[in-house]
């Protein structure tokens, strides 16, 4: 099976970050050189798996999570293995900022399917943290309409993201 350009890019791209995932759950670095490459082997493998366009960060990060696992059994007689729960702690962290990271992606991606117009609405009421009454003087409207067309806008960005989460657990 030959890897496609994209998910070689990918693999690279990431490396260091597995790396200090790992480097945190291993505390060693010989043996975390040593996990990141047997993370890399499974990834290779399993590289049909990927789904371009999904995070691949999130991907990667699991399947170290399992290489990680299968090494402290193997080392589980060592004097220094940490605790399932310490494992969880550290792990817990990392996974939330991950989903956060894909959130944020969802939501540019959703954010870029809306007219230009409701952009700039959403810009001056969010970014700008414009009133509802600044932001129907700016755009000459009235208020009421500015309020409608914003809790319309964001039900369609919820919609999306909705959407795009369903299609991602599939």
Wanted: aromatic letters at 8%; glycine letters at 2%.
């Amino acid at each position: 099976m030959e890897l496609s350009d994209e998910f070689v890019l990918e693999l690279t791209q990431a490396q260091q970050r597995l790396l200090s995932y790992i480097y945190r759950r291993v505390a060693n670095r010989e043996q975390a050189q040593e996990v990141l490459q047997q993370t890399n082997l499974v990834l290779c493998r399993k590289a049909n798996e990927f789904e371009p366009g999904t995070n691949f960060n999130a991907w990667a990060v699991t399947v170290a999570h399992y290489q990680i696992l299968s090494h402290r059994k193997e080392f589980a007689l060592e004097r220094l293995v940490f605790s399932d729960e310490v494992f969880a702690v550290v792990d817990g962290r990392d996974e939330e900022s991950l989903v956060h990271e894909e959130y944020r992606r969802i939501l540019r991606f959703c954010y870029g399917k809306i007219s230009q117009v409701n952009q700039e609405l959403m810009k001056l009421r969010y970014q700008e943290g414009l009133s509802f009454q600044q932001v129907a003087d700016e755009l000459n409207k009235k208020i009421s309409a500015v309020k409608v067309q914003v809790h319309r806008i964001r039900l369609n960005l919820k919609k999306c993201a909705q959407e795009q989460l369903k299609e991602q657990q599939l």
